[in-house]
């Protein structure tokens, strides 16, 4: 079986956009009380919406099943407040629960958070709970920074975090560290906001002893990693000076690297650098980078047959990477697949 670690319903309806512009649009009347409301969406619109695409290039691909969750760049924690949060992201989430039940062998559940500037993250432990007993969800997205690239939150290693951190543990359910989109003009969103924070998450790990306080932990910096791994000299350099634990010790249980890097050299040096234990594989597709890429003639987000291409990579590792180590950080899609 081959698992995609990193799926986002990007091709949803339209109406859930709708409705998310209205509730903007609602942010300026200050006399209007927030509601929740509702989004009107038939089973025949989310087929619609999945079969000519993630479950078409699934089928093309030779690909099993996605872990799938909300529209990363959607989640704009920092638009409203807690309730806006909250709203929205329980209609995205109730959405990808749909999603899984129409599609059960090709889609498990990973869930939003009703994250917002300034907020405690213990304040999304409902959502998580809720999400995971309730839905069957086997994980979530925590964005390191709600506020949408102005970095006024905690490290992600600071104890304000750390209830958030005690009900992961309980569940047994991983994080993957994702920003969202960006309110800075100075990042652009997938292209500098997404790789900034995964470099960051990571440098964030280097310093603390978080992985001290939660052995059990388990968190995916997607995206390849963002620069940790072109620059691994330099992290074991900087963990060096610090008199920090060797880096190969510090994320062997706890820290995971996908695949979602878009050329074979790039993929390349992920697999030669991070250890295989610790690579899942991952596409984001449909997602940032939906093209063809020229020099090669295939997609960039097919991440498969970069992999394929490894010829160093052994059969077993290869299976680690497509599947076991999935199975290891996701525990509870042994339940599902």
């Not at 958070?113 to 304040?123: D, E, F, H, R, T």
């Not at 969202?180 to 924070?197: D, E, L, Q, R, V």
């Not at 900087?238 to 996908?258: E, G, T, W, Y």
């Not at 960039?300 to 160093?312: A, G, L």
Request: hydrophobic share 35%; proline share 7%; charged share 25%.
């Amino acid at each position: 079986m081959i698992i995609d670690c990193h799926g986002h319903y990007t091709t949803a309806p339209k109406e859930l956009q709708t409705y998310r512009d209205e509730q903007i649009a609602g942010l300026k009347d200050k006399s209007r009380t927030p509601t929740k409301g509702k989004i009107s969406i038939t089973d025949d619109q989310i087929r619609e919406s999945l079969e000519g695409a993630q479950l078409k290039l699934q089928r093309e691909r030779g690909t099993d099943v996605t872990i799938f969750s909300p529209r990363a760049s959607a989640m704009a924690h920092h638009i409203g407040d807690e309730t806006t949060s909250r709203n929205w992201t329980e209609h995205c989430n109730d959405l990808i629960y749909r999603v899984c039940n129409l599609y059960p062998k090709n889609f498990v559940a990973v869930c939003q958070l009703p994250q917002s500037p300034g907020v405690p993250p213990a304040n999304s432990i409902a959502e998580l709970e809720r999400c995971v007993n309730e839905l069957g969800f086997i994980g979530c997205n925590l964005n390191p920074d709600p506020s949408g690239g102005n970095w006024t939150a905690p490290p992600l290693t600071d104890k304000y975090w750390y209830p958030f951190y005690e009900k992961m543990v309980e569940l047994d359910v991983p994080a993957m560290v994702h920003v969202s989109s960006s309110c800075n003009p100075n990042f652009h969103a997938t292209g500098a906001h997404y790789i900034n924070a995964d470099t960051t998450a990571f440098m964030q790990f280097i310093q603390a002893d978080l992985f001290k306080d939660f052995p059990t932990i388990r968190f995916i910096i997607p995206h390849g990693g963002g620069a940790v791994p072109y620059h691994w000299g330099r992290y074991r350099g900087l963990a060096q000076d610090m008199k920090r634990p060797l880096l190969v010790d510090m994320i062997r249980n706890n820290v995971f690297f996908d695949t979602c890097v878009y050329h074979q050299a790039g993929l390349d040096l992920l697999t030669k650098i991070i250890p295989i234990d610790n690579i899942m594989f991952g596409s984001e597709m449909v997602g940032a980078v939906r093209g063809i890429d020229p020099e090669s003639n295939q997609y960039y987000d097919d991440t498969k047959k970069y992999i394929d291409r490894q010829n160093w990579i052994s059969d077993a590792d290869k299976k680690k990477i497509f599947e076991g180590n999935a199975r290891k950080v996701y525990p509870r899609i042994n339940k599902k697949h």
